[in-house]
């Protein structure tokens, strides 16, 4: 017998099959991270038909990862975050541990923390300017950015959205964001110039570890969707935005750790948003 | 030569590759959503039926669960001239307890032979005490039932249906016979005493009983309260406060040693309990489905829509059922939830204490004691309320609230169904500071202070002695049952 030529057979065998599982795992994983275009088609069909107005462009076709996030309050390191907002020249004018409340200062701001709401402003705000007409509210926006980062607020953590300007008084909203997903439910305020931020305040928290549950996967959003057609608020309206998200509760914002679940972020036309558990499909709000 | 060699690496290294990418696709989520769980629940289930046969049962029977955890609180041996009494948790406690219980549990069990039985009045009854007998007094009232299968190992029916609801036993000594003896039980339901001639298949070593109160060095001080006198009015002058004839008083200031307590958890805050996902699936709590916070005080808390479970980082945890909701079902599959009785709520409750702690915290369970009455006195049909107390060298622990003293575990459970649970998970040491307990005449005499209005007497039903804790530590305290409440004179 030729043991060479037979080796040599059983490599071609081998690696063709190799290209062929590897073709197929790619595939299947492909299949498993996305949902089918058909599927969306008909999802969309089906609440046209019920009464709810959605363009197939709106439903995110990526599936999600059943994850928690477990996030701490940014502020559970008092006098750290305070020499990062407040640099090395802060004081210490309240410390009562006990209580939770703190408050820090320096020649120019304060920074105060009770419980974990916190506010940051500066005690004589500089002379407001108002801003160049041309100023594009995406500039203002990186601007305002970057002046969150010299407080030490890392750029990929947030996401920044314009509110409204005021003689030349930015302010805005952020949101955290976990790996490029929003967590809704908690946000800070923020005053700000072009120059400096002048006043924030609200409630921080940072993502801190996850919790995957790999065994049991995100229901698809066209599974929630087509439960809508069940709720009365969603009768004869249009759903203009889906995100995928994580949502924490406002009442546990009072925490020193909490933990984020995964949800479908649903705008209608009427400015309304509602967060589907990605879980269950149950509507929390 | 170096072809050749080249050709067999690249050969093996092709299978490996192949079985790799087969196993990525079997296992990695996308054929089989459970991975290897689905494989191998699925031959575990396969050989359960074999498993079984080769093992047998589980281990973790009620009624072995509930011989530990339902004792008497003291047993006192009684001789002519002396008497001494032993509190749960001494050696010479498990020595008088196991004599007494081996000879009424083959009493009830039908082992012996029952000779006679006859009615008798609460004066006989009181003057076996001061004879050659032994009182296992279990300080509280038990169902029958329970108490039988506490002592036996079994539910005892039908042999005894003149006994509902007892608090304890007394095995006389018969001097006549060795081999018979006789046991003397109070039914609390209508107050009838019944004596009970029994007839062992051997002679009785009461040698055993006089080596025991031989063997100890000081006698009791204690004298009950029949022998007092304190157990009836007085004729002639007013009489505040009665004390139920088989109470023990000691006229002498005890010396008790302090002790301290702390959490089982790890206050430092990052896994505040060890055992907290054990915890978590004793309460069937669903971790892919809840909200679940720590707030500024390092309590974890998880929030499910039809519970809370809140663990403190002092040990304290508590689980709580929403309004209206109907709770986590703990039945055993064998009861009859549509009539659901003392017997079988005490059973559920028992098994559910002993999953959740036999085997993350051996050390609390093995000094649990049910605690409170165990009968169906319920004002709602089949609604209980369980107490377990955790006993440090014999002494049951409370735990101050704001309102009054809490058990170690209290559970409720309605149906079959763990409506509220909560338990300090907490550890004690004795200290080396003692303090002198107060005599227990001058409690009473507090309790009159404070109680009495003039109109009838009080009535003392029990008198222990616990530890409560409080922000200073532990202190022994004199928990007295008076006119059916509980209170606490330190």
């Known amino acids: 017998m030729n043991w060479s ?7 071609i065998l081998f690696l063709a099959l190799d290209v062929f599982l590897l073709c197929t795992l790619m595939q299947t994983r492909s299949v498993s991270m996305k949902i089918p275009e058909d599927i969306i088609q008909k999802t969309t069909h089906i609440l046209q038909t019920n009464n709810i107005e959605i363009k197939p462009s709106t439903i995110p076709v990526v599936r999600g990862i059943n994850r928690n996030i477990i996030m701490k309050n940014y502020f559970e390191e008092p006098e750290l975050k305070a020499s990062l907002m407040l640099t090395q020249t802060m004081e210490s ?7 939770h409340e703190y408050k820090f200062q320096n020649e120019k701001a304060v920074l105060h923390i009770k419980g974990t709401e916190f506010s940051y402003y500066l005690k004589t705000p500089s002379h407001t300017t108002t801003a160049p007409e041309n100023t594009h509210s995406k500039n203002v926006v990186e601007v305002i950015q970057n002046l969150l980062y010299d407080l030490g607020f890392e750029k990929k953590s947030f996401e920044l959205k314009l509110v409204s300007v005021d003689d030349g008084l930015y302010t805005c909203e952020a949101v955290p964001l976990y790996q490029s997903q929003k967590v809704y439910g908690m946000h800070m305020h923020i005053t700000a110039t072009l120059d400096e931020i002048v006043n924030l305040s609200g409630t921080w928290f940072e993502a801190k570890a ?7 996967k995100l229901l698809d959003v066209t599974t929630v969707l087509l439960d809508l057609m069940y709720t009365p608020e969603f009768a004869g309206i249009q759903i203009e935005k889906i995100e995928l998200g994580y949502l924490a509760i406002e009442e546990y914002l009072s925490s020193r750790e909490i933990s984020a679940i995964p949800v479908y972020c649903i705008k209608h036309s009427e400015n309304q948003v509602y967060y589907a558990d990605a879980r269950t499909g149950e509507l929390l709000s | 030569m170096r072809k050749e060699v080249g050709k067999n690496i690249l050969l093996v290294c092709s299978v490996l590759i192949a079985f790799f990418l087969v196993y990525r696709i079997w296992f990695g989520g996308y054929f089989l959503p459970e991975g290897h769980d689905y494989i191998t629940s699925g031959v575990k289930k396969l050989f359960a039926p074999l498993q079984h046969v080769f093992e047998g049962d589980d281990e973790s029977d009620f009624s072995h669960n509930l011989s530990v955890l339902l004792r008497p609180e003291k047993v006192i041996v009684n001789r002519v001239t002396e008497r001494r009494v032993f509190n749960y948790g001494t050696q010479a406690y498990e020595q008088s307890e196991g004599f007494a219980s081996f000879l009424f549990g083959d009493f009830i069990s039908g082992n012996f032979r029952v000779l006679n039985r006859e009615t008798i009045d609460l004066e006989t009854y009181t003057l076996v005490l001061r004879g050659k007998s032994i009182y296992a007094d279990y300080g509280k009232n038990c169902d029958f039932h329970l108490l039988s299968s506490s002592v036996c190992g079994y539910e005892q029916n039908d042999t005894f249906p003149e006994l509902d609801v007892i608090n304890g036993y007394i095995i006389g000594q018969n001097e006549a016979n060795a081999e018979l003896f006789y046991v003397y039980v109070m039914n609390q ?11 062992a298949e051997d002679a009785i070593e009461w040698a055993q009983m006089d080596t025991l109160v031989q063997s100890k060095q000081a006698q009791s001080t204690s004298s009950y309260s029949f022998e007092l006198n304190f157990h009836k009015q007085q004729e002639n002058q007013e009489t505040k406060l009665i004390f139920a004839p088989t109470v023990l008083i000691d006229l002498i200031p005890q010396e008790v040693m302090t002790a301290e307590g702390y959490a089982l958890a790890d206050a430092e805050g990052e896994q505040l309990y060890p055992y907290e996902d054990h915890i978590l699936n004793q309460f069937s709590i669903n971790t892919h489905s809840i909200w679940k916070y720590t707030d500024l005080n390092n309590t974890r808390v998880f929030v499910e829509n039809n519970a809370t479970l809140t663990m403190r980082s002092d040990g304290y945890i508590e689980y709580q059922t929403v309004q209206g909701g109907r709770g986590l079902p703990i039945y055993n599959k064998d009861n009859n939830k549509n009539d659901y009785t003392v017997y079988q709520a005490v059973a559920d409750a028992v098994d559910f204490v002993y999953g959740l702690m036999e085997e993350t915290m051996p050390e609390l369970y093995d000094d649990l004691q049910i605690g409170g009455d165990l009968v169906d006195s319920s004002d709602r049909q089949g609604r209980f309320t369980i107490y377990f107390d955790y006993c440090l060298h014999g002494v049951p622990v409370l735990h101050s609230t704001e309102s009054s003293q809490a058990h170690t575990i209290e559970m409720v459970i309605e ?3 763990l409506l509220s649970y909560k338990q300090y998970v907490r550890q004690y040491e004795l200290s080396d500071i003692s303090v002198s307990l107060r005599p227990l005449i001058n409690a009473a005499d507090t309790l009159v202070d404070s109680l009495y209005t003039g109109d009838s007497p009080l009535d003392i039903q029990k008198i222990s002695m616990n530890y409560v804790e409080t922000e200073q530590g532990l202190l022994p305290c ?9 209170r606490i004179i330190q």
Do not use: C, P, Q, S
């Open chain 1, 210 to 216: 996850t919790e995957e549950f790999t065994d049991e």
């Open chain 2, 189 to 199: 339901t209508d107050g009838h005493i019944y004596r009970y001639l029994v007839e």
């Open chain 1, 93 to 99: 004018v309240l410390f009562d541990a006990e209580h």
């Open chain 2, 415 to 417: 149906n079959g169904y």
């Open chain 1, 5 to 11: 030529r037979a080796k040599t057979i059983l490599i």
């Open chain 2, 478 to 486: 004199w928990n007295v049952l008076v006119n059916g409440e509980n």
